[in-house]
């Protein structure tokens, strides 16, 4: 390329002799057989501290490509199997079609020293690396995969930034003289709590067995002042079912946390971080080795492919980092759901293995049904689906209120009304909405004031026009899309109300026409935002009614669910978050002082709200932020609203705070709403970055949601229920296509797509 000077490093130091680093020595030697690689290890050749190692058939299938010898001398020593047992409570369920392979790691790190030596890579054993700034002198590139403590990204945490988090079970590696026949996942409730064990065979007569537990079990269990040895024995003794009364093994094994490693970059000029080094996922979805192995093809190949180190080390950050990012949410997902494990362990046995099949939300009632029809179609009749139902397509009650399906459109600003008035726009949105198939359809944000407004485009209903305004909406859906509920979400802006519309500057104040702002404390959401006043107890009355009325404005212009929002940092959110509330009187302080005026609120609304009809809680289960809101504050606040008789909550988080740091990813919020419902047994409504019809079915069949709340999906395609039920084939009495749409309940024809090619493919 003009004007790119090439760059292609003859020197090569590797930090540490894993698997990662291995195979990144002998693909880069075999791509250029001039180069010099040396390699440093510091333990014996011989020297493991694992068992067995998982690899995908994705992994598997790039190994094939890269480098056919590693390929066939791993095909040699594999144990390959199909099921996967859960076990819990005497009772086991088996889903099939998996597909694993696994080695023993040291015969893994045999064959990749085999082929190390062969091409000519030195490998330096029982030594330690020069510093890395000698090496980053004396070599054109530096790999470090030195591990999840590597002492190189330590050395350079100023320009890695690295972040550690550790978590809250223990877990010991250990190893047992014969083959499990499946993935065996066991659970045991013992006097101390709950413990479970992870085994797999890594050979005809060998298999690893990690038993684990929350660090408060390890403690009581009293293996915090047990050796190794005592250690395995009492292992050995718990899951001694499992393990057909045979003993379990050490190897150096020490009870350990889980700490997952994120960088903010991965390299620092001719330095690279490779695997745990640069990343670390939990071992309960098998990818440390598999992350590694896939880090060392594409470091291979943007070496290969760009003209300067520089552009290559970048390219291979682009290339992996949203890889390992979506592996990194959906370990974490696993990793809580077993420290979470307590929460279900009382759900039905086929639910409770679904439950654990789909906890990382990368296996999901799709593929499951693919892997294993017999298992998923029991798991259905189990909870309920008549016979090819979906289960996003079932029925659900909320007093007097039946729902056709599970899907509701969630709550969506449309800053879109004039003085507070929906007009036709509203008609044309929530209409088009209601016609496409969901269960509920909720409309945005009501404001109960002026002065409740977010933007002047708002929507509200504190007057009759507006009431009558609303009426021809809800009149339009009950007429000509039947089965369909509307509900109306009742709110106040609180400090962050008199903004612009979200597309001239969201949370922006406005640059004239401002109205004061009232709040639970006098704090402005951002620095240039205006300053609320602090309610007084006069003005905190005329709120309650202002609610009141505006549900009963509701109730007569036809609504079938009131929400009350409660969440997202506005006016009764802004009360119950120790971050924005800093009053002093009866409503501040305490959480139970926090929760008295949104509870207040509550009770005026259910006063004058229909008997019949449900009523229903938004909360941001988090603040996202140190010092806010927590799960267990969340568990709280729900359990006193149940208390004061709502029909369920919707558990959404965050947007209390400006300096938030939330954790996005697919279905992201939902662990929050898994809890409440198990913990407090209410129904719940998740939300949350649930895109697809596969995820609702997962999350409902699993047990963690009773609703499933979309928004931008139903942006982006205002009839996705219909064509969920399309894709599906379902055509049944939980979803209703309107007679003129009746020709588009048909999937279009599409044309073929082909297929990536590998990611590197080397001649034999």
Not at 58 to 63: K, N, P, W
Not at 323 to 339: K, M
Request: proline content about 6%.
């Amino acid at each position: 390329m003009e004007g790119t000077v090439t760059m292609n490093p003859l020197r090569v130091a590797v930090i540490g002799g894993g698997p990662g680093g291995l195979y990144a020595a002998a693909l880069l030697k075999r791509l250029d057989p001039s180069r010099e690689i040396t390699l440093w290890e510091r333990n014996a050749p011989d020297d493991t501290f694992g068992f067995g190692v998982v690899l995908s058939d994705e992994t598997l299938g790039g190994i094939e490509h890269a480098d056919p010898v590693v390929y066939e001398a791993l095909q040699k020593h594999f144990t390959r199997w199909d099921d996967i047992d859960i076990v819990h409570r005497n009772t086991r369920q088996t889903s099939g079609g998996h597909g694993f392979a696994a080695l023993g790691r040291k015969r893994l790190l045999e064959i990749l020293h085999e082929r190390c030596r062969s091409l000519g890579v030195e490998l330096r054993f029982r030594s330690e690396a020069p510093y890395p700034a000698w090496l980053t002198e004396a070599y054109d590139l530096v790999i470090a995969a030195d591990g999840v403590n590597s002492t190189t990204r330590e050395a350079y945490a100023h320009v890695f930034r690295p972040h550690v988090a550790t978590h809250h079970c223990r877990y010991i590696w250990l190893a047992a003289d014969f083959a499990f026949d499946a993935f065996r996942f066991e659970i045991a409730e013992t006097e101390h709590g709950v413990m479970q064990l992870h085994g797999y065979p890594y050979a005809p007569d060998a298999s690893t067995v990690i038993v684990e537990m929350h660090e408060d079990v390890w403690r009581s269990a009293g293996f915090e002042e047990l050796d190794e040895t005592e250690s395995v024995e009492r292992c050995a003794k718990i899951f001694a079912e499992a393990l057909h009364g045979r003993p379990l093994r050490s190897n150096k094994s020490a009870w350990t946390t889980f700490r997952t490693v994120v960088n903010q970059r991965w390299s620092h000029g001719n330095v690279v971080l490779l695997g745990d080094a640069a990343h670390t996922a939990h071992f309960s979805i098998g990818s440390g080795t598999k992350l590694a192995v896939e880090d060392a093809l594409a470091l291979a190949a943007c070496l290969e492919e760009q003209p300067s180190l520089d552009k290559a080390l970048a390219a291979y950050e682009e290339e992996r980092r949203p890889v390992v990012a979506s592996t990194q949410r959906a370990a974490r997902a696993s990793l809580e759901w077993f420290e979470n494990l307590g929460l279900h362990l009382d759900q039905p046995p086929r639910q409770f293995a679904f439950n654990l099949l789909t906890r990382s939300r990368r296996v999901t009632h799709d593929n499951l049904r693919l892997r294993d029809a017999r298992f998923t179609g029991a798991v259905e009749r189990e909870f309920g689906c008549p016979p090819g139902t979906p289960p996003m397509f079932t029925p659900f009650r909320l007093r007097g209120l039946t729902l056709r399906n599970r899907v509701v459109v969630s709550p969506m600003d449309m800053y879109s009304a004039t003085e507070g008035v929906p007009g036709d726009f509203h008609l044309v949105h929530l209409g088009a909405r209601a016609l496409g198939g969901a269960g509920l359809v909720m409309t945005e944000m009501v404001c109960v004031s002026p002065d409740g407004r977010i933007t002047p485009g708002c929507a509200g209903l504190y007057t009759g026009r507006q009431g009558e305004s609303w009426k021809r909406i809800t009149d339009f859906v009950h007429a000509q899309s039947p089965g369909t509920a509307i509900g109306v979400q009742l709110g106040h802006s609180g400090r962050k109300g008199s903004t612009k519309l979200m597309w001239e500057g969201m949370d922006e104040p406005l640059e004239d026409g401002n109205w004061p702002l009232t709040a639970a404390s006098s704090l402005p959401y951002k620095p240039d935002s205006q300053t609320p006043r602090e309610l007084t107890r006069a003005q905190l009355t005329d709120i309650r009614e202002q609610f009141a009325a505006a549900a009963w404005r509701a109730a007569r212009a036809g609504f079938d669910l009131l929400e009350l929002h409660c969440a997202h940092g506005y006016l009764l959110s802004g009360f119950l978050s120790p971050l924005t509330n800093r009053r002093t009187d009866a409503y501040g302080g305490s959480l139970e002082k926090r929760l008295r005026f949104p509870l207040e609120v509550f009770d005026a609304v259910r006063g004058v709200w229909p008997e019949e009809k449900p009523m229903t809680v938004r909360i941001s289960a988090t603040d996202w932020t140190e010092g806010g809101t927590t799960a267990e504050d969340a568990v709280e606040i729900a359990r006193a609203f149940v208390a004061h008789g709502v029909d369920a909550i919707d558990v959404s988080t965050g947007q209390v705070v400006a300096e938030e740091r939330p954790e996005f990813g697919r279905s992201y919020q939902t662990p929050y709403a898994d809890r409440i419902r198990h913990t407090v047994g209410v129904p719940v409504i998740a939300v949350g970055a649930i895109s697809s019809w596969d995820d609702v079915n997962s999350l409902i069949l699993a047990g963690r949601t009773d609703l499933c709340a979309l928004a931008r999906p139903h942006l982006y395609d205002p009839h996705w229920t219909l064509h969920a039920a399309a894709e599906q084939d379902y055509a049944g009495p939980g979803v209703a296509w309107p007679a003129p749409y009746g020709a588009g309940s048909r999937r279009p024809q599409t044309g073929r797509t082909d297929a990536p090619k590998p990611r590197l493919t080397l001649g034999t």
